[in-house]
């Protein structure tokens, strides 16, 4: 089986190389800049023509959407349980992948692009105060549901790594997160696992490559 991973540093393509690498799957990347316009070249577009990454390329054939990869991952490699074995607690796990997937992040993304949601001229810092007012509650309830725990279930998941990649993504727009404090020993205890430290690695070398030839 060849795996192909169309990966685009600090979007949520992060998601799929961490569980591709916790489940231990042998992949490639093809790194795609997304800052400029990759992800509108006619090649891109015939994988995935809605213009954004992750793709997860299988034997040839792609698949878009983060949840969709990480229940795909997740099924093909179950000695990593990244949905755990439990049914019952498997469907908690995609419950809460979906959250991430379209609460989280919609309201994370304002603080990259604002003018995407608003063509007011200098409404800009609007958009964002009033995304980030969403945000703030979206991390205090994963902040309770941290209260006391590891991982957001009884073991690691792929709901963890959809979550690390929120709250990257979060304080690399320097917002002010330091009420979420479960939300940060999260992402402390993610940052050591050596899946994340290959992440890091890799975006570091690609963020490199991409400024030299910029």
């Given at each position: 089986m060849k795996l192909q991973l169309f990966y685009a540093p600090q979007t949520c393509a992060t998601v799929p190389y961490i569980t591709l690498t916790e489940a231990g799957a042998d992949f490639s990347t093809i790194d795609v800049n997304s800052r400029t316009g990759d992800l509108k070249k006619p090649e891109f577009l015939k994988l995935n023509p809605k213009h954004k990454v992750p793709v997860l390329v299988i034997d040839g054939e792609p698949l878009t959407e983060n949840v969709a990869i990480q229940i795909w991952i997740a099924r093909q490699f179950p000695q990593a349980k990244l949905l755990s074995a439990d049914p019952k607690t498997e469907i908690k796990v995609i419950s809460l992948m979906a959250?991430?997937?379209?609460?989280?992040?919609?309201?994370?993304?304002?603080?990259?692009?604002?003018?995407?949601?608003?063509?007011?001229?200098?409404?800009?810092?609007?958009?964002?105060?009033?995304?980030?007012?969403?945000?703030?509650?979206?991390?205090?309830?994963?902040?309770?549901?941290?209260?006391?725990?590891?991982?957001?279930?009884?073991?690691?998941?792929?709901?963890?790594?959809?979550?690390?990649?929120?709250?990257?993504?979060?304080?690399?727009?320097?917002?002010?997160?330091?009420?979420?404090?479960h939300c940060h020993a999260h992402y402390q205890r993610m940052l050591v696992r050596p899946s994340v430290q290959k992440l890091i690695e890799h975006q570091k070398k690609v963020m490199a490559e991409f400024a030299k030839a910029a």
């Open positions: 959250w991430c997937a379209s609460g989280i992040h919609p309201h994370l993304t304002p603080n990259a692009r604002p003018a995407n949601y608003c063509d007011l001229p200098g409404s800009e810092e609007s958009v964002k105060r009033v995304a980030n007012v969403m945000l703030f509650e979206d991390f205090k309830i994963a902040d309770e549901l941290l209260a006391g725990r590891e991982w957001f279930f009884d073991a690691f998941t792929a709901a963890d790594a959809y979550f690390y990649w929120c709250f990257m993504r979060a304080i690399s727009f320097k917002l002010d997160l330091a009420a979420f404090k």
